[in-house]
C-alpha cells in the first residue's frame, strides 16, 4: 500500500495562488501515476491533473488547464499541485490519490490508495 499525505490547503482570495503537497510513503514503486481529485459538497469527486510517474506525463482537467501545474520531487516522494488564478468554483477538498494499475486512467474508482483530504477555500 501506498500512505499518502496532502497539505498546503488553506483560504486564499480569488487570483490567489496555493500549492499543495502529497507526500507518499510505503510502497512508492508500485505507483504507475498519482493524480488529484477534489470533491466540493453535494458533489462528485472529479479529476483535476495526473502525473504519469514513469514517464513524466502529465494531464489535467480542462477546468484547470493553464491554470494549475502537477509536478514531482524524486527524492522526497512527494507530487505538487500548484494552483494559479484561483476561482471560487476551485474550492473543495483536495484529494492525492496514487494508482498502481499500468493502464493509465482519470476515473477515481480507478485509483488505489488515497490521502486524507486538504481543505481549499477560495473566497470572492
Known amino acids: 500500500q501506498v500512505q499518502l499525505v496532502e497539505s498546503g490547503g488553506g483560504l486564499v482570495q480569488a487570483g490567489g495562488s496555493l500549492r499543495l503537497s502529497c507526500a507518499a510513503s510505503?510502497?512508492?514503486?508500485?505507483?504507475?501515476?498519482m493524480g488529484w481529485f477534489r470533491q466540493a459538497p453535494g458533489k462528485e469527486r472529479e479529476f483535476v491533473a495526473a502525473?504519469?510517474?514513469?514517464?513524466?506525463?502529465?494531464y489535467y482537467a480542462d477546468s484547470v488547464k493553464g491554470r494549475f501545474t502537477i509536478s514531482r520531487d524524486n527524492t522526497k516522494n512527494t507530487v505538487y499541485l500548484q494552483m494559479n488564478n484561483l476561482k471560487p468554483e476551485d474550492t473543495a477538498v483536495y484529494y492525492c490519490?496514487?494508482?498502481?494499475?499500468?493502464?493509465?486512467?482519470?476515473?477515481?474508482?480507478?485509483?488505489?490508495?488515497w490521502g486524507q483530504g486538504t481543505q481549499v477555500t477560495v473566497s470572492s
Open positions: 510505503g510502497r512508492t514503486s508500485s505507483m504507475y501515476a
Open positions: 502525473f504519469r510517474w514513469s514517464r513524466g506525463n502529465t
Open positions: 490519490a496514487a494508482d498502481k494499475s499500468v493502464v493509465f486512467t482519470t476515473s477515481a474508482s480507478r485509483y488505489d490508495d
